[in-house]
């Protein structure tokens, strides 16, 4: 497996670049696991830690460079935890760590608010829709006419279009207002 | 999130509404907070998936998240990439092994086509001939000539030494023929190997034969100086 240095990593996800993306999870996705199963989490949670933890990173080295002063791997490890803790507290579960690792008390607040919101709710439940549902609303809000949509995707005719853009739209919508997390925020 | 004017925002949006009543929608919008709400809600949902970098992203966690969990339920033996070499010089070796029988079968299998061949002539419609030349190869097949070597040239005053094997009872009549079709030598009886030529021969190209009394058995020539 290629070995990608601090560097590389973070322009790597500057980039999206699914190889470092791999290369990240494989290097670190078995730490953040130990770390919120011993913490009261699940496999699943850990999953989804790790994916927000990763965007959280990803917006974080978009917006501004990131000049690390320390290992990717503390600096991650202390995101990841960053993260379990306000969501241990959001959903009132009573913790005490028992990591003993390096972590850094990060205060970079705006790291955090988008995990938190409801945009990242949308997007979590917008991959959760079909392939074609995905690819309609893309094209839609990418400002793609219905004439066009229809032609692109195979479908009848424009109204055909309008008629799925409508299923899909309703099918994310049933999604979002089901999500544990954005019941939560709604409150 | 209030889904009771989903329709509606979905006409606004789709621009499907007649100029009437995208006015009147509008100045609800204006003066109702609950809609105004909602609609702004749903204006959101637009905003996060137009956020094209971020759902790449999520699309491609999304996708290394579905490999892993597809690897992590491969059986153990093909989880490790060595295993995959492991497996591949496996089925290179039984390859190879499979071909290099089936080539020495196909030898066997050719010699023994070659022998029933020479064994079927007489039954088979060849010419005179190719029947003659067949029988020849035949006989010659067991028929080893060790000296003379493949020299051309040999020297005339030296004597002459003839060494072969043979898989054959007959006894063998060594002839030396001159380019006139003379015969300038024959060992007159059943010659044994080894043979050696004692006569001073004429210089010039020279034909040797072993013969039984009926047929040639081996056919050759040197040159002598």
């Known amino acids: ?187 | 999130m209030n889904t009771k004017y989903f329709n509606q925002f979905e006409r606004y949006y789709n621009g499907e509404m007649e100029p009437g009543e995208k006015v009147s929608f509008e100045e609800a919008l204006a003066q109702n907070p609950e809609l105004n709400a909602a609609f702004k809600e749903n204006l959101s949902i637009y905003d996060a998936i137009s956020d094209k970098d971020m759902i790449d992203l999520r699309i491609k966690l999304r996708e290394i998240r579905e490999e892993a969990a597809r690897d992590r339920n491969k059986p153990d033996f093909f989880r490790h990439s060595y295993n995959w070499l492991w497996m591949a010089a496996l089925i290179t070796i039984i390859l190879s092994f499979t071909v290099i029988v089936s080539l020495l079968i196909a030898r066997v299998d050719w010699k023994e086509q070659l022998v029933s061949e020479f064994n079927t002539v007489d039954t088979q419609e060849y010419s005179s001939l190719d029947r003659e030349l067949m029988k020849f190869g035949k006989r010659n097949m067991d028929f080893k000539l060790e000296s003379p070597d493949d020299s051309l040239f040999f020297n005339r005053k030296d004597p002459l030494l003839f060494k072969w094997t043979v898989n054959s009872m007959n006894p063998l009549i060594l002839e030396l023929i001159d380019r006139e079709g003379n015969i300038v030598f024959s060992s007159g009886k059943p010659a044994l190997s080894p043979y050696v030529v004692n006569k001073r021969l004429p210089p010039g190209i020279l034909v040797y034969r072993f013969r039984t009394d009926t047929e040639a058995y081996y056919i050759g020539f040197l040159f002598l100086k």
Not at chain 1, 22 to 35: E, G, I, L, S, T
Not at chain 1, 49 to 67: D, G, H, P, S, T
Request: glycine share 4%; charged share 30%.
């Open chain 1, 1 to 187: 497996m290629v070995h990608y240095t601090q560097y590389g990593i973070t322009e790597g996800l500057k980039r999206n670049d699914k190889d470092v993306l791999k290369y990240v999870y494989r290097q670190y996705f078995p730490m953040v696991r130990y770390f919120i199963i011993r913490n009261q989490g699940s496999e699943e949670d850990a999953e989804d830690m790790f994916q927000e933890a990763i965007v959280a990173v990803c917006q974080r080295v978009k917006r501004k460079n990131l000049a690390l002063d320390c290992a990717f791997k503390t600096y991650f490890y202390s995101v990841v935890r960053h993260m379990w803790l306000q969501y241990l507290d959001r959903n009132k579960i009573h913790y005490e760590f028992s990591d003993m690792d390096e972590f850094l008390m990060l205060e970079d607040k705006e790291l955090y608010d988008d995990f938190q919101s409801k945009k990242a709710i949308f997007q979590r439940r917008f991959l959760d829709l079909t392939e074609l549902c995905r690819k309609v609303l893309l094209m839609v809000v990418e400002g793609t006419s219905y004439e066009e949509i229809a032609l692109t995707l195979g479908y009848k005719g424009k109204q055909y279009a309008i008629k799925r853009k409508y299923e899909c739209m309703k099918s994310l919508i049933n999604r979002v207002i089901n999500d544990p997390e954005y019941k939560r925020l709604s409150q």
